[in-house]
């Protein structure tokens, strides 16, 4: 089993999310503020939004409501950071000390995350991608 193609290697941060109240205002914000360009995402009755760097096609963060699968999640940047394999990396947060605030959730094809929180109590996601046959 190979790990797809194109895709931000084992121990990279491979993404980060800003959950929000009002995504709209902060993605604009950020936009002013970076020089970002937004790709709306349709969310079903809102949209959150991919942030993309000016010279580039390639999404690097998202701006996202505070709903659905984001409801009580903190306010702030989450970083996704890439893991081999995420049970034992929840396995490793639980012996270290750290907690899981959310257990593993699926993203369709492109793999699966869960939100930990290390002894400090800064937070991070864990991100495993998806593999092909």
């Known amino acids: 089993m ?3 193609p194109n895709l931000p290697p084992v121990g990279t941060a491979g993404w980060m999310d800003l959950t929000v109240q009002d995504a709209p205002r902060m993605a604009s914000f950020y936009k002013k503020v970076i020089g970002w360009k937004t ?3 349709t969310m079903g009755s809102y949209s959150d939004y991919c942030m993309v760097p000016t010279n580039s096609n390639d ?9 659905g ?4 999640l903190p306010t702030g940047w989450l970083i996704y950071f890439i893991v081999a394999n995420l049970y034992e990396s929840l396995r490793e947060v639980q012996t270290q000390g750290g907690q ?3 257990n ?12 930990i929180a ?5 937070t991070c996601a864990l991100f495993e991608h998806s593999v092909s046959p």
């Not at 699968?69 to 009580?72: A, D, S, W, Y």
């Not at 290390?118 to 800064?122: T, V």
């Open 69 to 72: 699968v984001n409801v009580g």
């Open 2 to 4: 190979t790990v797809k």
């Open 118 to 122: 290390d002894p400090s109590g800064a």
């Open 59 to 67: 999404p690097i963060a998202g701006v996202c409501h505070a709903q």
């Open 104 to 115: 593993i959730t699926t993203m369709g094809q492109m793999g699966r995350y869960a939100i």
């Open 39 to 41: 790709q709306e995402v």
């Open 100 to 102: 899981i605030l959310r």
